[in-house]
């Protein structure tokens, strides 16, 4: 299976090419904007030093949020596009996941700061025990049980409150797992809809939602 992942969702844009678990191509250019410039010549760069053409996809994958507004706009409308175009199924990930897998630790909780919201979630192994959400730090925290590791570009809004965590330093997802994630999943129970934690606070011109405008 080749699976072409993206992610714009925070300060990066990054794209992936594996075939069967193998690594083709992996890129990750550090931006805060610009991506929406960037992200269509960066998978045709990324492709074709893969040695593959586009209809050769079997499908793909991007980060859902949270994130961003822009930056989940940017990825969830290109790859969705992109799919249609191919006629290839297209999965959306959420990007504490990515970050969480992304860590290797055995109990992880993953967390991203937006614009003053912290978002967060947990891990144990494959099995998610906290749903990605916006929640007061003390009440998360006091539902985990032993020694967890924290990850994430959030995690310093945590550290201080479990000071014999360990934490695994990453800023922002790795498209490599986004993939390696996406390549067992059923495209019909991960769709590439916005995570938009915030709710409705967030508009479009016009008084449009995210969720609104990418459905």
């Not at 409150?161 to 997802?173: A, E, G, S």
């Not at 067992?184 to 129970?189: E, L, Q, V």
Request: hydrophobic share 50%.
């Amino acid at each position: 299976m080749l699976i072409l992942a993206i992610d714009t969702a925070l300060n990066a844009c990054s794209v992936a090419v594996l075939r069967s678990g193998e690594v083709l191509v992996s890129r990750v250019e550090p931006m805060a904007k610009g991506q929406a410039e960037r992200l269509a010549p960066m998978v045709g760069e990324v492709l074709a030093e893969a040695g593959v053409t586009a209809p050769q996809i079997d499908r793909i994958a991007v980060t859902r949020g949270p994130g961003a507004f822009t930056g989940l706009r940017i990825g969830l409308a290109f790859a969705r596009g992109f799919a249609l175009a191919l006629d290839r199924p297209c999965l959306g990930i959420s990007t504490l996941e990515v970050l969480a897998h992304g860590a290797a630790a055995p109990r992880i909780l993953a967390a991203i700061d937006v614009a003053g919201s912290l978002f967060v979630g947990a891990w144990e192994g494959r099995m998610c025990v906290i749903e990605p959400c916006r929640l007061d730090v003390v009440s998360v925290l006091d539902r985990l049980d032993g020694d967890w590791h924290f990850t994430g570009p959030g995690l310093a809004s945590l550290a201080r409150l479990r000071p014999h965590w360990q934490l695994v330093t990453q800023d922002m997802p790795d498209p490599v797992i986004l993939a390696h994630l996406a390549q067992h999943r059923d495209p019909a129970a991960n769709p590439p809809a916005p995570l938009y934690l915030r709710g409705h606070e967030a508009k479009l011109p016009g008084g449009l939602s995210l969720e609104s405008a990418l459905t």
